[in-house]
């Protein structure tokens, strides 16, 4: 699965982990992902930032994910 370019989050460098971006196929694949997606999407809706649930939404849809 190919990710879009949107970027949820940073990923601290450590020893077991490079630094880089998670992707949003990256999240959804772990268990609970899509549904952290999901709360991440109304959080952001019920803060004003709509700009940003709208790509996150977009890119799930690209990737044929469920959404609410």
């Known amino acids: 699965m ?3 370019g949107i ?3 940073y990923v601290p ?3 077991h982990r490079p630094s880089g971006r998670i992707s949003l196929a990256d999240i959804a694949a772990q268990p609970g ?10 959080e952001l809706r019920s ?3 709509d700009f940003a649930a709208n790509a996150i ?3 799930m849809a690209e990737l044929d994910l469920p959404r609410q």
């Not at 992902?33 to 109304?42: D, N, T, W």
Request: proline letters at 0%; aromatic letters at 0%; charged letters at 20%.
């Open 13 to 15: 460098q450590s020893m």
């Open 57 to 59: 939404e977009q890119e």
């Open 33 to 42: 992902g899509i549904e952290a997606l999901q709360r991440r999407v109304h």
């Open 47 to 49: 803060s004003g930032v």
């Open 2 to 4: 190919q990710a879009g």
């Open 7 to 9: 970027t949820v989050a």
